[in-house]
């Protein structure tokens, strides 16, 4: 049964009590389920395509794509998991998929949250150096070696802060339930695990991201010979990330650490409006959360100039193969139509 407030009573070990806090759970069910439909059909969409694009334009690649790349792939490995979600949290909490999947399913968000957390700073820091020291950085930005050796660097970090996932158990054997974060046995020990990756995976780098784009709005605003483009792109750039952390990332770690905090206070006894509250307010955000990876493909938009052209051919031969699908359609129905004239006009005169 889903989630981290425990609807029957349940002995615990590490706090030796029996707690009880009813929560009303339809609405976990019916929203989660609704969201995860959305972003698998926009994320995978909108990220095939992207990556798609990329990889035709591959020798035109600059630091940034690789970046862009591989935030793709992270979202790609998390949105491929969504229908199995879809299928839980439709049948209410049962989970059918057995044990291993879901411990790999429940990891493959927290990489995809970390991994898109670190590469959009690495997206950041890319644009600050082109932008605010275009002199030192000229010519750098179009080697690729140094941002491959980042982008496998990042990855060894992400799987690094995730590992721990590995000793919090969020299922049991034969059972029939795919917690996000841990059972309530590991709570106590987990809470502070999740403290510390807050910081390290999301606040620090939230503050760097922060900082440079701080230091490029300034560059751009006073600085007249910046290429127009550039800047329109800069911007846009600036205010989807901004978006990203502001809508997906920062409700979510605010109200997971809260939430954690509160079932240990239930797990010792209490309960109240206001936890329940904060479960539902915390189902929300895990929503906000996974829509990161259905913002993701905007930044092809912004960091791939062929993008835009290469959709807008797609939209064309699509509506020319619908139009001429049209029309090849009713040519046997205009032919039907003139024989049954010629065939009435033809009666018509033998009448006479």
Known sequence: ??????????????????????????????????????????????????????????????????????????????????????????????????????????????????ASISFLTCISIQRYLGI??????????HSLRPSFYISILVWILVIIQILPHLYFTNAMKNATYCHDSTINDHVESYAPYTFTITVTGFLIPFLIIVACYTRILTVLTKN?????????RS?????????LFAVCFFPYYIFRNINLLSRV?????GCTQTLRNLYISYQVTRGLACMNSAINPLLYLVTNENFVSRFRQMQKKAWHTFVYLGRQNSIPEIKMLNMKQTNEQNDFFEEL
Not at 132 to 141: I, S, Y
Not at 224 to 232: A, R, Y
Request: charged letters at 15%.
């Open 132 to 141: 605010v020291h275009p002199m030192k950085m000229m010519g750098r930005l």
């Open 235 to 243: 911007i846009k750039l600036v205010f989807i990330i901004l978006v």
């Open 1 to 114: 049964m889903e989630e981290d407030f425990f609807e029957t009573a349940v002995t615990v070990s590490n706090f030796n009590v029996s707690a009880k806090c009813k929560i009303n759970k339809n609405f976990t069910f019916l929203y989660l389920s609704s969201v995860y439909i959305v972003v698998f059909i926009v994320g995978s969409l909108g990220n095939v395509f992207g990556l798609w694009n990329l990889c035709g334009n591959w020798k035109k690649w600059t630091s940034l794509n690789v970046f862009v790349f591989n935030l793709g792939i992270a979202d790609l490995l998390y949105v491929f998991t969504l229908p199995f979600f879809v299928s839980y949290y439709f049948n209410e909490g049962v989970w059918i998929f057995g044990y291993d999947f879901c411990r790999l399913a429940r990891l493959l968000f927290h990489i995809n949250m970390y």
């Open 224 to 232: 007249t010979n910046v290429d127009t483009n550039l800047k329109s």
């Open 265 to 269: 206070w239930q797990l010792k006894g």
